[in-house]
């Protein structure tokens, strides 16, 4: 384990040591303190658009951060060759493997943590509550949203060679759940076969990252979702994580190292 | 003096990718001894199979057919890396980090405690000569510095063996000096040190003994003085044994 933490421990210090982390952080409080700082329309409830933009930009942070992160990880411990002292030292695969994804994701959920505490500072300025019980759920369930995505990068980055290529299929892929996800059961009703068993194998076959958006919890100050649900879908994210990393695992003790 | 590293019949192939391609040797029938407390120099010409020895060595590579151990260990057994301390050529460390955080980084990978870690983080800067730089990020880094950081991660679980694959590779004269030096030491304080090297001078004057490869073949083994014969430097040796034939002047 101490071997794993190890590992984590670099790929947390990598994201707070560069700058990607900080242009995404102040580009978002730059923006949201701008739309604070103007009422359109005199509406008095505009503080829920404000609120709905800024998750927005929190969610399209995070992805950028988790997916940009983990995409050069391996790649870049082989391009710059210490993958070898690296591998040369009592460390399986495995834990290797392991270290780059809890690092990762440990890193995200900091990255998590400091946009929420602003977004918390923010809405609870405007409206002068802040059920934090709300904000557990999303933030908890955006993160392990995050894990899924760090392990599906991950296990992208050892099947494609350029972090590049990786990142743009990782966005694609990520963004096309997010969108049209939950949607791909009712397009496949209407399709012959055999493209309606494809897009239902497919429907079935994907994470549904969409299960973690529940920033309508916050935005309109819906009650609490029920907590057996709430437990499901971090169950749900698990069982995907592991499989991804299971996938990548398997991937990685069969890649040539140099 | 026991047997550290062995390798016994050692055949690796690689497979073509194109169709109708025999697969490529790299390595045909090498079988090597080293003795605890030699130095040893593993010399060939470019694509002679230095680094894929290494590489099998390491782990990285399985071998097609015979045996490789370490310490009398498999070297498929990721146990048989503990004892070893390895510095492959030209490797560009997290430059994000300083040579201190580096250093620590590998003993926790190695499970040695924060204050071992401090003693062994603290002797090995000054070793290799970085002890002013050591809360300098590596990218601050001079080549010579960067390998003799790598130098210093190699040896950070005191090991008994240390595998070396061109260490001076890419330096100037100073930076080769300063590595021979640890080297040197190392051997002095009864190190184990295989390295693979083009830098017949140095091989010379540093190795107990050495072997030469060619085209994935053992042509030569013994010590300095035997494996130069009567010929008047290691260089002449080294191009005869490779079957290098110079041409006279026009």
């Given at each position: 384990?101490n071997?794993?933490?190890?590992?984590?421990?670099?790929?947390i210090?990598?994201?707070?040591?560069?700058?990607?982390?900080?242009v995404?952080?102040?580009i978002?409080?730059?923006?949201c303190l701008?739309?604070?700082?103007?009422n359109i329309?005199n509406?008095?409830?505009?503080v829920?658009?404000?609120?709905?933009?800024?998750?927005?930009?929190?969610?399209i942070?995070?992805?950028v951060?988790?997916i940009?992160?983990?995409?050069?990880?391996?790649?870049?411990?082989?391009?710059?060759?210490t993958?070898?002292?690296?591998?040369?030292?009592?460390?399986?695969?495995?834990?290797?493997?392991l270290?780059?994804?809890?690092?990762?994701?440990?890193?995200?959920?900091?990255?998590?943590?400091?946009?929420?505490?602003?977004?918390g500072?923010?809405?609870?300025s405007?409206e002068?509550q802040?059920?934090?019980?709300?904000y557990?759920?999303?933030?908890?369930?955006?993160?392990?949203?995050l894990?899924?995505?760090?392990?599906?990068?991950?296990?992208g980055s050892l099947?494609f060679?350029?972090?590049?290529?990786?990142s743009?299929?990782?966005?694609?892929?990520?963004a096309?759940?997010l969108?049209?996800?939950?949607?791909?059961?009712?397009v496949?009703v209407?399709?012959?076969?055999?493209?309606?068993s494809i897009?239902?194998?497919?429907?079935?076959?994907?994470?549904?990252l969409?299960?973690?958006?529940?920033?309508?919890l916050?935005?309109?100050?819906?009650p609490l979702?029920?907590?057996?649900?709430?437990?499901?879908?971090?169950?749900?994210?698990?069982?995907?994580m592991?499989?991804?990393?299971i996938?990548a695992?398997?991937?990685f003790?069969?890649?040539?190292v140099? | 003096?026991s047997?550290?590293?062995?390798?016994e019949?050692?055949?690796v192939?690689?497979?073509?990718?194109?169709f109708?391609?025999?697969?490529?040797?790299?390595l045909?029938?090498?079988?090597?001894?080293?003795?605890?407390?030699e130095?040893?120099?593993?010399?060939?010409?470019?694509g002679a199979?230095?680094?894929?020895t290494?590489?099998v060595?390491l782990?990285?590579?399985?071998?097609?057919?015979?045996?490789?151990?370490?310490?009398?260990i498999?070297?498929?057994?990721?146990i048989?890396?503990q004892?070893?301390?390895?510095?492959p050529e030209?490797?560009?460390?997290?430059?994000?980090?300083?040579?201190?955080?580096?250093?620590?980084?590998?003993?926790r990978?190695?499970?040695?405690?924060?204050?071992?870690?401090d003693?062994?983080?603290?002797?090995?800067?000054?070793l290799?000569?970085?002890?002013p730089?050591?809360?300098r990020?590596?990218?601050?880094?001079?080549?010579?510095m960067?390998?003799?950081?790598?130098?210093?991660?190699a040896?950070?679980?005191?090991?008994d063996l240390?595998i070396?694959?061109?260490?001076?590779s890419?330096?100037?004269?100073?930076?080769?000096?300063?590595v021979r030096?640890?080297?040197?030491?190392?051997?002095?304080?009864?190190?184990t040190?295989?390295?693979?090297?083009?830098?017949?001078?140095?091989?010379?004057?540093?190795c107990d003994?050495?072997s030469?490869?060619h085209q994935?073949?053992?042509k030569?083994?013994?010590?300095?003085?035997?494996?130069?014969?009567?010929r008047?430097?290691?260089?002449?040796?080294?191009?005869?044994?490779i079957?290098?034939?110079?041409?006279?002047a026009?």
């Open positions: 384990m071997t794993i933490f190890a590992l984590a421990g670099v790929a210090k990598e994201l707070y040591r560069r700058k990607d982390f900080y995404l952080f102040i978002t409080i730059l923006i701008v739309m604070a700082s103007v329309f509406d008095a409830k505009i829920r658009y404000l609120k709905e933009i800024s998750l927005l930009l929190i969610w942070s995070s992805l951060i988790a940009t992160t983990t995409a050069r990880q391996i790649p870049a411990e082989r391009e710059n060759r993958l070898l002292p690296l591998l040369a030292k009592p460390l399986t695969r495995m834990q290797l493997i270290g780059k994804f809890l690092g990762c994701w440990i890193a995200c959920g900091l990255t998590l943590l400091c946009f929420y505490i602003f977004f500072a923010l809405a609870a405007r002068h802040l059920p934090l019980l709300n557990f759920q999303a933030a908890t369930l955006h993160w392990f949203m894990g899924v995505v760090v392990a599906l990068s991950l296990f099947v060679a350029a972090p590049s290529s990786n743009t299929i990782c966005f694609v892929f990520v096309g759940i969108l049209v996800g939950r949607h791909l059961n009712q496949a209407t399709l012959a076969e055999p493209g309606r897009t239902y194998a497919i429907y079935y076959a994907i994470p549904h969409e299960l973690f958006d529940v920033r309508d916050i935005i309109h100050n819906w979702m029920a907590w057996k649900y709430f437990g499901l879908a971090i169950l749900y994210a698990l069982a995907y592991a499989a991804l990393l996938a695992c398997l991937v003790r069969r890649k040539a140099n | 003096m047997v550290i590293l062995k390798t019949k050692l055949h192939a690689f497979s073509s990718r194109e109708r391609q025999t697969a490529k040797i790299a045909n029938s090498l079988d090597l001894e080293v003795n605890t407390g130095v040893f120099g593993f010399l060939g010409p470019n199979g230095k680094t894929t290494i590489n060595l782990g990285f590579v399985p071998p097609t057919s015979g045996s490789a151990s370490l310490f009398g498999d070297v498929r057994q990721p048989a890396r004892r070893i301390g390895y510095l030209m490797t560009y460390y997290y430059k994000f980090l300083t040579a201190e955080e580096l250093l620590r980084f590998y003993a990978i190695f499970g040695l405690s924060r204050t071992e870690a003693t062994r983080i603290d002797r090995l800067l000054k290799v000569e970085l002890e730089a050591r809360k990020p590596i990218k601050s880094y001079s080549k010579g960067q390998q003799r950081v790598g130098l210093a991660q040896l950070i679980n005191d090991p240390l070396l694959d061109e260490p001076t890419g330096l100037d004269p100073l930076g080769r000096m300063k030096e640890i080297i040197q030491r190392l051997k002095n304080e009864g190190k040190v295989f390295f693979s090297s083009h830098e017949l001078g140095e091989v010379e004057t540093v003994r050495v030469i490869i994935g073949e053992l030569a083994i013994g010590s300095v003085s035997e494996v130069m014969g009567q008047a430097s290691l260089e002449k040796a080294f191009l005869d044994i079957g290098y034939q110079l041409q006279p026009p």
